[in-house]
C-alpha cells in the first residue's frame, strides 16, 4: 500500500493506493511536506485610461454571449450589462453602482477570465 497527497482545485486529498498484484514498487519514502495552495493568478488589470468610473467585473471566465446594456445607458445598481456563458449557464455580469456605462471593453464572442473587468459604470 502507497500513500500520495493528490490536489484537487487547490485542495488536498491523501489517498492510499494498492497495487493490483500486491507487489510494492519501491521503499515507501518520509511523505513530502503539504504544500500551500498556489494563489489565484492576478486579474487582468484595465490601462489606468482605459475607462472612467466604477469597474464592472466578472465573477467566473467565460465567453460574452451577449451584450445587454450600451455605452450611454443608464443602470442601476444590480442590471444586467452583459451575459457570459460558461459550462453551458447564462451568467449576467451586473453593474456595481447607479450611474450611466461609460465604456465597454468587451466585444460579444470575447473570452474572460474571472476578476476581468469588462465595464465601466460612472
Given at each position: 500500500?502507497?500513500?500520495?497527497?493528490?490536489?484537487?482545485?487547490?485542495?488536498?486529498?491523501?489517498?492510499?493506493?494498492?497495487?493490483?498484484?500486491?507487489a510494492?514498487?519501491?521503499?515507501?519514502?518520509?511523505?513530502?511536506?503539504?504544500?500551500?495552495?498556489?494563489?489565484?493568478?492576478?486579474?487582468?488589470?484595465?490601462?489606468?485610461?482605459?475607462?472612467?468610473?466604477?469597474?464592472?467585473?466578472?465573477?467566473?471566465?467565460?465567453?460574452?454571449?451577449?451584450?445587454?446594456?450600451?455605452?450611454?445607458?443608464?443602470?442601476?445598481?444590480?442590471?444586467?450589462?452583459?451575459?457570459?456563458?460558461?459550462?453551458?449557464?447564462?451568467i449576467?455580469?451586473?453593474?456595481?453602482?447607479d450611474?450611466?456605462?461609460?465604456?465597454?471593453?468587451?466585444?460579444?464572442?470575447?473570452?474572460?477570465?474571472?476578476?476581468?473587468?469588462?465595464?465601466?459604470?460612472?
Amino acid at each position: 500500500m502507497e500513500t500520495y497527497i493528490v490536489r484537487i482545485n487547490g485542495n488536498e486529498y491523501e489517498v492510499e493506493i494498492e497495487r493490483k498484484d500486491g507487489a510494492s514498487s519501491a521503499p515507501a519514502a518520509a511523505p513530502a511536506p503539504a504544500a500551500k495552495p498556489a494563489a489565484a493568478p492576478a486579474a487582468k488589470a484595465a490601462p489606468a485610461a482605459a475607462g472612467s468610473g466604477e469597474a464592472v467585473i466578472c465573477g467566473t471566465a467565460g465567453k460574452v454571449w451577449k451584450i445587454v446594456a450600451s455605452e450611454g445607458d443608464q443602470v442601476s445598481t444590480g442590471d444586467t450589462i452583459l451575459i457570459l456563458e460558461a459550462m453551458k449557464m447564462e451568467i449576467p455580469v451586473v453593474a456595481p453602482v447607479d450611474g450611466t456605462v461609460s465604456q465597454i471593453i468587451v466585444s460579444e464572442g470575447d473570452s474572460t477570465e474571472s476578476g476581468q473587468t469588462v465595464a465601466y459604470v460612472s
